[in-house]
């Protein structure tokens, strides 16, 4: 999905510029690049997966005061938060970096799903696969008996990551 | 910038398995010679603008402005709708919300609530009564928007024709 959302934005621009050659090389070649790495991992290339590659080393995202979560290093898939250091899995970390991208925004499940598990995740896995994956995330964090929580998850909007518990969304005020 | 460094993450992960690094290489090639057509030094992007793009948001989430004339700007995901006139934002309630999202598909147009109903499967429809569910939220939500620079609701409604979202003040869409 990564790769196929990379052609999209980049066709677009070639579009825009009305070069036709440049339109067909790059899909020509992030196509040789998909095939590429099917053929060797079997499976597709996600977004998530793109994001921390080219991500510069010792990348850190650091909270708000007051936020039980202190920082954040996605390379090294660990979280410190006020009790300690937690380690996140390597599905959970990129489930954590896709909402820590947006933070204090909510991401719809499908594009949760579809950035972190891949295109066709819903016929590979369960629908409440995205859930389960949060629910698990929920309980390293500690997050179960928080209020509000870090994760908060809200019917239709999806999920999204709150560091600040002060930030309340507009969402069904 | 951003291609060269996830060239060497993927080819990193297959060392020593020559025929995806094979084809990785030459797809790379291939992309970064349609770069330079587009003008990209070294055929290389910035990573700012490869994140961007994996980052922007689908259509169905995306930020709505209406266009030329338009006075809303619409953000479904956060529910919020923006008055530009009046400079003020207004939060919707997740129903309010569902129902503006239908009604956005085609502005300056009229809707029967039933059609609406039977082209998205909205979850109002659990209700009993769900006409007059929808028409509650929506007398709320047209109480919330108010009128436009000329007096007139930005949710109007008639009797025959259905519901409709006008956001500028421009006319019923006779095309």
């Known amino acids: 999905m990564g790769l196929e959302k990379l052609q999209h934005s980049l066709s677009l621009l070639a579009q825009a510029r009305n070069s036709i050659e440049a339109e067909q090389e790059i899909s020509l070649g992030i196509s040789a690049i998909a095939r590429g790495f099917s053929s060797g991992a079997g499976r597709e290339l996600t977004t998530t997966e793109i994001l921390l590659a080219i991500m510069e080393p010792g990348t850190e995202f650091t909270f708000a005061q007051g936020s039980p979560l202190l920082v954040y290093q996605p390379h090294k898939a660990t979280l410190v938060t006020t009790t300690g250091v937690t380690h996140l899995r390597p599905v959970a970390n990129r489930f954590f970096l896709r909402m820590a991208y947006e933070p204090e925004c909510y991401v719809r499940k499908a594009t949760l799903g579809q950035d972190v598990l891949g295109k066709n995740w819903l016929l590979k896995s369960h629908s409440d696969s995205v859930k389960y994956y949060i629910d698990q995330l929920r309980i390293t964090l500690g997050d179960r008996g928080r209020k509000p929580r870090l994760i908060r998850s809200r019917e239709y909007f999806g999920y999204g990551l709150f560091p600040d518990p002060s930030v309340m969304p507009n969402i069904g005020l | ?175």
């Open chain 2, 1 to 175: 910038m951003a291609f060269e460094i996830l060239r060497g993450q993927i080819l990193g992960d297959f060392r020593g398995n020559r025929n995806p690094r094979r084809r990785i290489n030459a797809g790379f090639a291939q992309l970064n010679s349609g770069l330079r057509i587009l003008g990209y030094k070294n055929g290389d992007i910035p990573i700012d603008e490869v994140r961007g793009m994996l980052l922007a948001r689908s259509p169905e989430e995306a930020i709505i402005d209406f266009g030329e004339g338009s006075e809303i700007v619409y953000d479904p995901l956060q529910a919020l709708v923006t008055i530009t006139p009046r400079g003020e934002s207004v939060p919707l309630t997740p129903q309010e919300n569902r129902v503006l999202t239908l009604l956005t598909g085609q502005p300056y147009e009229y809707h029967h609530a039933r059609e609406l109903f039977l082209q998205e499967n909205l979850e109002l429809s659990c209700f009993y009564d769900w006409n007059r569910a929808f028409r509650v939220h929506t007398f709320y939500m047209r109480r919330k928007l108010g009128n436009n620079t000329k007096g007139d609701p930005y949710v109007r409604s008639d009797q025959d024709l259905g519901y409709g979202l006008f956001p500028g003040t421009a006319d019923l869409n006779t095309e």
